[in-house]
């Protein structure tokens, strides 16, 4: 029996398919918002506020305190394009779906998401809880102390992900004795590099995990009198001229600043955690930091014992040196958007998908001079960290 001719619509379809099995990562974070993107008449341009959980302050007594309602968000831009150019002829779309997937659309989607995925993962840098264990190999009581900082933040229990690269899952399983097996979950592991569900977690691996090298401060001060002002939030301190480098992404915690119980706003007995938001060439200046400082109200995420113009300020992990990282994190941490590219005219073939909020697009002209057929695939997509309190990051070699 002959095969039929494949149509545009169905290359599209089964390369979403292969492209969704592949992101292990995108596929776990926050995807509600692509739809946002799609209204027809009513655009919204490239960024999406995202509304953030409101936070509230607790009276104490009979005598009302009303307090304003402040709300905030975060920026969802959805600007970069990716895509994936071939040459195929109508030949080749005589093959069987099965055939033409497995020659031609499934290396040019692992590349593909492997890039995607690349891109996001890069959201590392902004969570600021983290677990270093450079110089060791990862053990499965060393990730779950990530856990620990899940847990104190208050995260919810439902949709986490572990991801681990292959070495560090490696080191873990053989930690454990165990291979996560889950009889009641087996049958769900559908997404590629997916290995078990254990603590609270679906473990996966991913070969695209970042290694991460710290900049070459040790330890030094910084004035945290700044704390203590009327004009909250504080996202800088003031460092000396003796101030190494520091990193996008490195983490610190600063003497005598606690992190508050997210509702009680206790002092939880821990340093809070500070991660660099920008390159520090060292010397003096103003480090940039996240999260930014609330000492008092509805917001507030640090207890200051006492402050100091010279408070010491230590960073995790050993100077210039890399570690491996891995990701603990609930869905609502992170957001990941596509949206969908205009299609064109005049051309011989032409589709554009939605399959679990990835759009794709697809275009193949004919090039008479040549006599070949140049062909397209697109993603229009954005990614933001939302709510970095709902991540961890664990560090190990």
Sequence with gaps: MANSLLTPTAVTRESLRVLHQKLNFVGAITRDYDDSY?????????????????????????????????????????ATQKGVDLNFTSVDLTLSLDNFSKRIIEPAMSVLAANIEADALSMYKGVYQSV?????????????????????????SNNRTMLLDPQAMADVIKDTKTLFQDQASIAKQFKEGMVGRAAGFDWGENTLLPSHLRGASAATTGDSTTFITANQPVSQIAVPLG??????????????????HAETKASTGQLQQFVVTADYAGGAGNLLFAPAVYVSGAKQNVVVSSTSATATLTPAGTASTAVQTGLAFQKGAFAFATADLVMPSGVDFAARE????????????????????????????????????????????
């Design 38 to 78: 799609a209204k027809s008449g009513a655009k919204i341009g490239d960024t999406l506020k995202i509304r953030l959980p409101n936070q509230y302050t607790v009276r104490s007594g009979a005598t009302l305190a009303a307090q304003d309602v402040t709300e905030s968000s975060v920026s969802l831009r959805v």
């Design 132 to 156: 270093w264990n450079g110089g060791a190999a990862a053990t499965y009581n060393k990730a779950l102390d990530a856990r620990v900082l899940l847990q104190r933040s208050l995260t919810p």
């Design 243 to 260: 101030a190494g480098t520091f990193k996008n992404g490195d983490v610190f915690t600063i003497a005598n600043v606690f992190s508050a």
């Design 354 to 397: 939605v399959m679990d909020g990835l759009s794709m697009r697809i275009v193949r002209a004919y090039d008479i001079n040549n006599d070949q057929f140049p062909c397209r695939l697109d993603l229009l997509y954005g990614y933001q960290t939302l709510r970095a309190a709902l991540a961890a990051r664990y560090h190990n070699n």
